[in-house]
């Protein structure tokens, strides 16, 4: 398996072929309580999608009613040209790696992942070579007659992996696989996840509310928010263009700034620069990393920068930078990610370029 | 689990069927006694016809009956007595202690309830006749008390599971000692298996016969005095004090059933106390 | 943490009394076992194998005790056929009213053996409510006779009283399935049928044996039912105890046959549990 791990393409949805998966619509609710509000997306074949959520956003019940553990309340999926949703779970071509694994106590390593192929009845022989071949492909075949109690988490987390994908789904969906494991087996499961999903080539579907992983391991991000689509996109493109407020704050760090638009310009506490904008009120998203002290830059970015002055009163160590919280004269308070420095105090200049700053919208106030 | 429309469940459509069939062989043999408690012409015939309390009223007059009742209450509470005083300790040591013996302790505490009756029953009668103790009530306490350590034993080990050593742990360090401990902070958080073990044992000793059997002396207990009279003959006055007694059963159990439930929905609600807590 | 004291206060008092009332009783049954009565009513401590040979020897014990397991183990299935779809209906599609249905099913647990055993007694008579019934509608003519004082009586009536008792561990056992094993089971293409043979029934099975066990052995042991409801075709070997100890006074024979029900039952026991820990996946 390659260990350097290419670049993510953004694939468009509609790059050509048809869909893989297309949800269209699905609402879903628990007695009074809607958890899912018209949620329309599709899935491309071979795609990498993320659902990211907060609890309580719904990516998990999405990712049951695609599976078939619930149905939605109203609502269509379509997988090519055929309904799934109408579909009971073990008739469906798709598979799920649950979130604590769900393997069997009391069959081995071997059966648990030979299950699927025995219930459909396949030849014995064709199921022992399936089996060692996707044992193979998790690197898990000394465990084989071993016992799902007697291994660790990690390995019982594979061992879920192969046994969804000896079936050959056509999709596979997975439900916040590795929030169990500790940091360090974490970060090695989402690089080895996503190589094996290469390597496959069919399309997954990843529940998680951690947005460094979603970055890190889709080719696409559907972020959701109180059951609805905030967006969706890559990773580069919902990080550098947020839709909203909330994407913004959610996905990484970033300073969130109100501003007026008259004419042509925005006032944005004591600076000003030129937007093409309609007027009225604004909202943008500062990245920290993209806000600059100016002592410290090799002469300053060049021209068209917005420069102004703030005081340093918070900084926080983060390895290789520093996090700093800095005041400005009008009370503004932004964050700055800057190079590591021992001791920050006093006043800064800093600068940032204005097309950095992105406009969002605001998403109905919520705490 | 719901499972979208089209989805086969023709097995399972057999089940409630099921459940009810079997609800209501359990329940109406005990719902046609009561019915016929009422009955005038007495047990049997059916319909039942000339509903009337006279049954009722031969019962409520029937001294021997009420003097069983006294018994049998007497047995139970000093019953519920012994099998707490030693229950208790026993879970106790199940829990933390280790003894030589202790495996053969455990079965041993739990064999009165998985063995029938007669076993335990006739042992003990010959352990009181060798000893030349009369049979009386005294030795009928002895024999309850011995069945249901086990029953006080299994409800306060269950309850010791769910309690939070670090509190005698604080006590101790506090200044409090083992004794003290165990009066402020061990048995108050134990208080509601304890009451749920009493219910549970005073319930089964009063509808206690099997092992009473063997080990009766001059009086009666409720259930045996019942018995005396079954042997004599059937009348509807034992069908009114059946159901009385079946009344007073489905309270206390229903009783018993409400504080596990309460003591356990205490437990959540502290666990999820500690997890917001924590962050 | 706890003082040698503390450790003592608790584990002596219950040792001793354990020990007082339970063990020393054992041993005693074990000792009367070996003894022998003399033919003027008196007990005679010689040590003897006559009692176990007698037990083995004459017809009417050995017969008693065949047909006590016979009665026993019909008791057995139809408790298991009557608790396991009534304990797995409740486990996973009862829903809201899960909690409801479980206390359904307790309280007769509860209430009084006599209560129901008597219950039963009249309802099955020939002028009970049964055949008073049936003849009130016209199905029958004349009183059903085997419905009472036969073995027919005692196995039903055991069946009522133990069904709950088998019922228990079986829920329990079902309860602790984690109910993603299921759903993962689906998700591999089992249908509900397939997942209840392949995962739900296997899980089960320790809960089905501490239930067959209580059954059996529970009915096994019993004597009161034979006594109101089983006739003279419905003795039970428990029965003959009794009767051994009261009026037939033999009671190294009793003991005897006490010990023999009591090692009979310990060994299903140990049995039981050895199957069951197999079973057990934890």
């Not at chain 2, 009473?212 to 009086?219: N, P, Q, T, V, Y």
Request: with cysteine; glycine share 6%.
């Amino acid at each position: 398996m390659a260990t350097i791990i290419e670049p993510t393409l953004a694939r468009s949805p509609n790059s050509g072929a048809q869909p893989l998966l297309s949800i269209r619509n699905i609402a879903k609710s628990f007695g009074k309580n809607p958890v899912l509000r018209d949620i329309s997306l599709q899935i491309a074949e071979g795609e990498f999608l993320t659902i990211l959520g907060e609890s309580g956003s719904g990516k998990t019940t999405l990712l049951r009613i695609i599976a078939g553990f619930e149905s939605a309340t109203s609502g269509e999926i379509w997988m090519e040209d055929a309904r799934l949703d109408i579909l009971p779970p073990y008739r469906r071509r798709v598979n799920t790696v649950f979130q604590h694994y769900a393997l069997f106590p009391h069959l081995t390593v071997e059966e648990n992942v030979g299950y699927g192929l025995r219930v459909a009845k396949l030849p014995k022989e064709e199921v022992a070579n399936r089996v060692e071949q996707a044992l193979a492909m998790v690197k898990m075949t000394a465990y084989a007659k071993s016992k799902p109690a007697k291994i660790s988490g990690g390995q019982q987390q594979r061992i879920a992996l192969a046994r969804a994908l000896v079936n050959r789904p056509r999709l596979l969906l997975l439900d916040e696989p590795l929030s169990a494991l500790d940091a360090n087996l974490r970060r090695q499961m989402q690089v080895e996840l996503k190589s094996l999903q290469r390597e496959v080539g069919i399309s997954f579907v990843f529940v998680t509310h951690d947005q460094e992983e979603a970055m890190v391991m889709s080719d696409r991000i559907a972020l959701l928010r109180r059951g609805e689509l905030e967006q969706i996109a890559s990773p580069r493109e919902i990080y550098g263009r947020p839709a909203t407020a909330y994407t913004a704050q959610f996905i990484g760090h970033t300073n969130l700034l109100q501003g007026e638009v008259q004419g042509g310009v925005v006032r944005c506490h004591s600076l000003d620069w030129p937007v093409g904008l309609p007027d009225g009120p604004v909202w943008f998203s500062l990245r920290p990393e993209h806000l600059r002290v100016v002592n410290l830059a090799v002469g300053s970015a060049g021209v068209n920068v917005i420069r102004f002055r703030g005081r340093v009163c918070h900084q926080a160590f983060h390895g290789s930078t520093d996090l700093l919280q800095v005041e400005c004269e009008d009370g503004l308070k932004l964050s700055i990610r800057t190079a590591t420095r021992e001791n920050w105090h006093g006043e800064l200049e800093l600068e940032f370029s204005p097309e950095d700053a992105v406009a969002v919208r605001k998403s109905e106030e919520k705490v | 689990m719901e499972f979208p429309v089209s989805a086969a469940r023709s097995t399972s459509r057999w089940l409630p069927w099921h459940a009810i069939a079997v609800f209501s062989f359990l329940y109406l043999p005990i719902i046609t006694l009561i019915v016929y408690s009422f009955n005038g012409p007495g047990v049997g015939g059916f319909p039942p016809h000339n509903l009337t309390l006279d049954w009722y009223r031969m019962l409520f007059v029937d001294d021997a009956i009420w003097e069983s009742v006294l018994n049998s209450l007497k047995v139970a509470i000093a019953a519920i007595a012994i099998s707490l005083t030693f229950g208790i300790p026993a879970a106790l040591a199940l829990d933390r202690v280790e003894f030589p013996g202790k495996a053969l302790f455990r079965r041993l505490v739990l064999l009165p309830l998985i063995l029938p009756g007669i076993i335990t029953g006739l042992s003990l009668s010959i352990l009181f006749h060798d000893s030349h103790v009369k049979f009386s009530i005294l030795t009928i306490v002895l024999g309850h008390g011995t069945a249901l350590i086990s029953v006080a034993t299994t409800e306060v080990f269950a309850g010791l599971q769910k309690l939070d050593r670090a509190q005698e742990e604080a006590s101790l360090d506090l200044g409090a000692n083992y004794w003290q401990t165990f009066w402020r902070i061990t048995i108050p958080n134990l208080r509601l298996s304890i009451i749920g073990a009493a219910l549970l044992i005073f319930t089964l000793s009063m509808d206690e016969i099997a092992v009473s059997f063997f080990l009766i002396g001059r009086d009666n207990t409720l259930p045996l005095e019942i018995w005396g009279r079954l042997r004599r003959g059937i009348t509807p006055e034992i069908n009114a004090i059946s159901s009385i007694i079946f009344v007073f059963s489905l309270i206390a159990i229903v009783t018993w059933y409400r504080l596990r439930a309460s003591a356990e929905a205490k437990v959540e609600i502290a666990t999820e106390f500690e997890t917001t807590v924590q962050g | 943490m706890f003082s040698r004291t503390y450790r003592a206060a608790i584990t002596v008092p219950p040792l001793v009394w354990v020990a007082v009332f339970l063990l020393v009783p054992y041993a005693l049954l074990f000792c009367y076992s070996f003894w022998s009565v003399s033919p003027n009513q008196t007990i005679v401590h010689s040590w003897t194998l006559d009692n176990y040979r007698d037990l083995f020897r004459v017809n009417v014990y050995l017969q008693t005790l065949f047909r006590s397991m016979w009665i026993a183990a019909r008791v057995m299935v139809f408790s298991l056929l009557l608790g396991y779809p009534l304990a797995y209906y409740l486990s996973f599609h009862a829903g809201a009213r899960k909690e409801l249905f479980y206390q359904l099913v307790i309280i007769p647990l509860w209430v009084s053996y006599l209560v129901r055993a008597y219950a039963w007694k009249t309802i099955l008579g020939s002028d009970g409510v049964l055949n008073t019934l049936l003849q009130y509608v016209h199905l029958t003519q004349h009183p059903l006779d085997f419905l009472l004082y036969s073995p027919f009586a005692v196995v039903l009536t055991l069946t009522h009283i133990y069904t709950p008792f088998a019922f228990l561990p079986i829920y329990a056992s079902l309860e602790h399935i984690p109910r993603n094993l299921v759903e993962a089971s689906h998700d591999l293409g089992a249908s509900p049928f397939q997942t209840f043979w392949r995962v739900i029934f296997p899980l089960s099975i320790p809960g089905v044996l501490a239930g067959a066990t209580f059954a059996f052995v529970l009915s096994l042991g019993d004597f009161l039912a034979p006594l109101l409801l089983g006739g003279p075709s419905g003795i039970m070997i428990s029965n003959i105890v009794v009767s051994l100890f009261g009026a037939a006074y033999n009671w190294p024979l009793g003991a005897a046959i006490s010990l023999s029900m009591l090692l009979l039952v310990l060994a299903l026991l140990v049995l039981s549990e050895k199957v069951e820990r197999k079973w057990s996946f934890r």
